[in-house]
Structure formats: C-alpha cells, structure tokens
C-alpha cells in the first residue's frame, strides 16, 4: 500500500469516467503530432530570427521589437507543445486507465 504524505496507510480509488479516459487515448495518440509541432515552431522561430537579423544587418532602420515578441511567442507555444508531448508520452506508459477491477 502507498503511503500518504502524513505517513498513514491509506487507499483512495478515483474511478475515471468514459469520457476522460476517452480524452486521455487521444492526448496519448497525439504525441507524436505534439513532438511535430515543437520542432516546427523552434524551427520556424529559428528561421524567424535568421531572417529578421539579416533584415537588421542590411539596413540598421529596421524595427525588430515587435518581431522579436512574435518569435517569444512561437517558442512559447512551442515549448508547450513540447510539455504536451511530455504529458502524452506518460499517459501512453500509464496505459490501461479504466484502473477498475
């Protein structure tokens, strides 16, 4: 039996209904889409950044804040994207969620 945090021996069974075990194969399914799309958006602001330099470098009047808060935000999604991935692959190792004997 798993302990508590208070050192008491106790079991607590949360069952999980249809409709979030249903959620959860999906988020589990999806992993690899969640992988893409963090790659994708690294990538993307990679090449964001690449470019926007470049732009800078060749005529020094080129505004580049606003940009820069556009590439913040595509790495942010894509580190969520990535916390996504993460979630799904632990789901995956869960495996069977109904958990009910």
């Known amino acids: 039996m798993p302990l508590c ?8 069974h949360v069952w999980l ?8 194969g999906r988020a ?8 893409a799309l963090a790659w994708g958006g690294v990538s993307i602001a ?6 926007y330099g470049y732009r800078r470098w060749t005529d020094p009047s080129f505004p580049v804040g606003v940009r820069a808060v556009v590439v913040l935000l595509i790495l942010l ?6 916390r996504q991935y ?12 109904r958990g009910r004997p």
């Open 77 to 82: 999604n894509a580190r969520q994207n990535l």
């Open 86 to 97: 993460r979630y799904a692959s632990l789901l995956r190792k869960l495996g069977d969620l």
């Open 17 to 24: 209904t249809d409709s979030e075990i249903r959620f959860a």
């Open 5 to 12: 945090p208070r050192g008491l021996n106790q079991v607590n």
């Open 46 to 51: 990679l090449a964001l950044s690449v470019f």
């Open 28 to 35: 589990a399914r999806r992993g690899r889409l969640f992988l």
